[in-house]
């Protein structure tokens, strides 16, 4: 990272070790600020870590916002159902490639997983129910099933509901296309050069005992005011040993890679602007 500094200042300057460290903090976090700080939609923390055992030194962008991820118009407005649900299943398909960040179908099958066995069907819920459980007829009948939970879905969670990009209003159109365009620039990127993609085995190197945190994301698209007691359910253990918070960690074998790491964070804010911007957007009404 020194190095680095050195080559971005130009010309040599002579420093005391611990200003040294201070300066190369100063340009570092100074570079990193310029490109996150347009970014509200999520709070993102940058740090260098330490390689242990002939590592490298890595850096790693964490996600340090927890819950569900602001909607806007697409949970809150009145905009037509068509317009917020085609919104909605463009930010549940990109998404995920740059936050730690679990959608509709996660938090089913985690459910499912929970309460029936696997089983995503009320006949075989209610046979997992009383077979594993031990409930009584009439005790399933006070339980949640698949049918119930998938029925609380807002019509704009529902992907078969979105509008087709033609008959979409012409700016929610663009938006919706910068924001797959920007996708599709990050999803070029190789994972090894990716400020935004972390390999698990590589991070439990350099995160000792962070394989104790849950593996559920931070971060949900899904509304809290339809599925709170799922939600509190698969967060116990996150609420308690933390969440897998990590949106990427990228070791620095050669001092070429640190610019291909503000590359690649450049690319994958110019996204989550994208995304940023999609959920500020309020369409009027036709």
Not at 45 to 61: F, S, T
Request: charged share 25%; glycine share 6%.
């Amino acid at each position: 990272m020194g190095r680095w500094v050195a080559a971005r200042e130009g010309a040599p300057r002579r420093y005391t070790r611990v200003g040294a460290r201070k300066r190369i903090e100063q340009v570092f976090n100074a570079a990193v600020l310029e490109i996150l700080a347009p970014i509200e939609l999520v709070d993102l923390r940058v740090a260098v870590l330490v390689g242990e055992d002939n590592n490298p030194p890595a850096i790693a962008l964490v996600c340090e916002t927890l819950g569900q991820l602001d909607l806007g118009w697409i949970e809150t407005g009145d905009a037509p159902i068509p317009w917020r649900a085609a919104a909605y299943a463009a930010l549940e398909e990109t998404l995920g490639t740059a936050l730690p960040l679990f959608g509709y179908q996660d938090l089913f099958e985690e459910i499912s997983m929970y309460y029936w066995d696997g089983e995503i069907d009320d006949e075989s819920a209610r046979r997992s129910l009383a077979a594993y459980q031990g409930l009584s007829a009439e005790e399933i009948e006070e339980q949640t099933l698949p049918s119930e939970m998938n029925a609380r879905r807002p019509d704009w969670m529902i992907g078969t509901n979105a509008a087709k990009s033609a008959s979409l209003p012409k700016a929610l159109a663009r938006a919706l296309r910068r924001l797959r365009d920007a996708h599709k620039a990050l999803k070029r990127l190789t994972s090894e050069r990716n400020a935004w993609h972390f390999d698990s085995d590589t991070l439990y190197e350099y995160v000792p005992g962070i394989e104790e945190c849950s593996s559920l994301p931070p971060l949900t698209l899904v509304p809290f005011e339809e599925f709170a007691r799922e939600l509190d359910d698969v967060a116990r253990h996150g609420m308690e040993m933390g969440f897998m918070d990590f949106c990427g960690l990228c070791p620095l074998p050669a001092i070429s890679r640190i610019d291909d790491w503000f590359a690649s964070l450049r690319l994958g804010a110019q996204f989550l602007l994208a995304a940023q911007d999609l959920v500020r957007f309020d369409p009027p009404n036709p």
